[in-house]
């Protein structure tokens, strides 16, 4: 198995859903050095959109929030940041710098995101961490589940492909998860996961590397 690229993790993502990023060619998290200068352009395009009511700063760019997105109470967003048409923001979510959520996201309550994207439909519903991640469609995350993004002694990550160590050249990287996977409560994934379209993930359970399609890990 080689480093999936990004068509073969989300192969049904509708592309008319509110703003998108782009993914270059190659392995799937080449995605993630170019999302500050795809937010920026793309901000730059839309505008900023605020909304009384809600804790915003923009001290380090505009936030764009589209008028039929649902903000909940005690909602803290910090920009640049950009919330989708449909998209569902609850109760006491930290949306942090470059978090892209795309139409019909949801982030829920105590979840915080950083430097991510929640593709169209994707789900992070209680109580998660997403950092330096990537959510496909439909994707679910049971409560607690944490997508880990930095090595505790600060260096590259790397992930491993049937076993072989693989250079990400990335410094901050969490989890792309294909579209369609389930990940169970208090699941906790190590720096530089892929989980192919339609994973399972048990509760409880830690996992590392790349997974294909449709794989069951506990």
């Known amino acids: 198995m080689s480093a999936p690229e990004a068509e073969e ?14 993914f270059p060619s190659g392995p799937v998290w080449s995605v993630l050095p170019t999302l500050k200068g795809q937010m920026t352009d793309m901000l730059a395009d839309v505008g900023e959109k605020r909304r009384g009511g809600v804790s915003i700063d923009s001290s380090k760019g505009p936030v764009h929030i589209d008028e039929s997105a649902t903000i909940e109470p005690s909602v803290h967003i910090i920009g640049p940041a950009y919330i989708g ?40 519903p209680h109580f998660n961490y997403v950092g330096d991640s ?44 294909g579209e369609g996977c389930q990940l169970g409560c208090n699941t906790v994934t190590n720096p530089g996961v892929v989980l192919g379209a339609g994973c399972m993930v048990m509760p409880n359970a830690t996992v590392t590397g790349v997974h294909s399609a449709d794989s069951t890990i506990r």
């Open 134 to 177: 990537v959510l496909g469609p439909d994707v679910n995350l049971g409560a607690g589940v944490k997508l880990s993004n930095l090595r505790n002694d600060g260096g590259e990550v790397h992930t491993r492909i049937d076993g072989e160590r693989v250079a990400t050249g990335l410094r901050k990287f969490g989890a792309i998860l």
């Open 9 to 22: 993790l989300w192969p049904s993502l509708d592309e008319s859903i509110g703003r998108q990023p782009c």
């Open 85 to 124: 048409p449909l998209a569902v923001v609850r109760h006491g979510a930290y949306i942090r710098e470059f978090s892209w959520i795309c139409g019909g996201a949801l982030v829920g309550h105590a979840t915080e995101t950083k430097h991510s994207i929640l593709l169209p439909g994707a789900k992070a």
